[in-house]
């Protein structure tokens, strides 16, 4: 079965890319995937800096994080977009979690046959869409598939019912399309790899 993990890039309660990560586990459990919801703000972790890496290692919440990511065939991100890039909190983690604490651990183990699937919400007319160009790169860099398909949901403030279901038909297609290629090229990365 093929098991994914899905966040979103923003400790906010009120989330509205919290509500996109939830909606697309929503989706995925309904296709047949083991679906994984995870919140970043139960893995607090100071900024990355070396000397912290060198004296005392991995954070706790860093090795927790990265095992998610190993135990997971793919990713779904919902990615606030912070001056047309990604959020400080998701950069964060995905840098701590691309370092290596254990001995003849292989390089970017986390990122390793991983897939990703990519999603943004936001106040403006563009729905985040420009903070995902650098997500996309970033992961496209370190190893990640990123699939073709991704959603871009504008208007967030009014975006979501009170269900937690997309407004907007047109998005709601887009995001349940961008599941469908998660879901498809992850089995098909999986089995290539077996």
Do not use: C
């Not at 990265?66 to 964060?92: M, R, T, W």
């Amino acid at each position: 079965m093929t098991k994914l993990l899905m966040f979103a890039g923003s400790a906010r309660k009120a989330s509205t890319n919290k509500k996109l990560a939830a909606l697309a586990a929503s989706i995925a459990q309904d296709a047949g995937a083991d679906v994984t919801l995870i919140d970043l703000k139960d893995f607090e972790m100071p900024i990355y800096n070396g000397d912290i890496e060198a004296e005392t290692g991995l954070p706790e919440n860093a090795k927790r994080l990265k095992q998610l990511f190993v135990d997971h065939d793919g990713l779904f991100i919902a990615s606030p977009e912070y001056n047309s890039s990604i959020s400080p909190l998701l950069k964060n983690a995905l840098d701590w979690i691309s370092r290596k604490h254990i001995e003849d651990e292989p390089p970017l183990w986390a990122y390793n046959g991983k897939v990703a699937a990519l999603g943004a919400v936001a106040p403006g007319a563009l729905g985040g869409l420009r903070g995902l160009v650098p997500l996309r790169m970033m992961l496209g860099n370190i190893g990640v598939t990123v699939v073709p398909n991704q959603v871009a949901v504008s208007n967030g403030a009014s975006a979501f019912d009170d269900s937690g279901t997309l407004n907007n038909e047109q998005q709601a297609q887009f995001l349940k399309a961008t599941v469908d290629q998660l879901i498809m090229t992850t089995r098909a990365v999986s089995d290539a790899s077996r």
